[in-house]
């Protein structure tokens, strides 16, 4: 029987074992939301021993070279001995400089972190408060000293009930970098750009939006904003004010299928970025494809669905 020692523990676990199920089987309390590899919340270090790991891609190979492993991908296969992923020591202090609330519950949240964090437009940061962590899409662009993030908090989650209570000054944890599915790219550059964001879906297509204007996209760029309350209506009109290639609307959640349903293409050439709830980006996918836009210019995220109750 495989023995795995953490936190000056020794645990025996059965082989060919899940390493998140088997560690939470024992008592350990290893962070987790989407059990997919997607949010990397339950980011364990292997310093000795070996797991097998199905989907080493998921993490950066910097990271994957440090031993860091996703405990709900990875099954066991002999003795190892991991460390948890310590917010304290492995990630960045940052200091709450703006929390406002929003149309719609939506937290719009300024972090100066302690050190530079290298990201991309359209990717995700670990955010540690009070022992629980989530991954949020950047908001902002690189280089500005600053993280923003739009967070809805109108559920009563785990970390809704954390951020409803921080203020400016406070300080929390920001962690690993990941995804990236819904940046802008150079060579899009001629052609039109659609993008459809259903609620705080909005976050990473806000960063791609900067992208797009600091780059001087030429071409069509609309947005359409699926909700009841546009929480960013300011910031989308300031920018469509002085960007004259940018357009956007909101669409009201009882109008959206009849909208979905009249939805027409501006041009086969054009490329889509869609962020929002599962049901809402294959609902969009599948319009979009049947309009004719080719599989390969429909770019998706949709948010992550916890599997463990917060
Ligand atoms: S990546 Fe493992 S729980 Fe989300």
Redesign the pocket.
Known sequence: MPVLEINARQLSVQSGELL?DALLAQGVAVP???????????LVQCTAGELDDPAPE?LNPQHYAQGWR????CRIVGDAQLALFDPRHAAIPATVERCTVLAGDVLHLELSPQQGLRFQPGQHVQLYVGGVVRPYSLACLPGTGLLALHIDISHAGAMSQQLRQIGVGDSVHVGMVHGGALGYRSEWQGQPLILLASGTGLAPLWSALLAAEQAQHGDPVQLLFVGDDCYWQAELAALAARWPVFTWAQVPRPQWPQALADMQLVSRRAHALVCGSDHFVQAVSKRLFLAGLPRRQLHCEAF?QP?TPE
């Not at 987790?32 to 339950?42: D, F, L, T």
């Not at 996703?70 to 991908?73: G, I, V, Y």
């Open positions: 998140l987790h939301s989407c059990r997919a590899g997607s949010c990397h919340a339950c998921l996703l405990a709900c991908q992550l599997k």
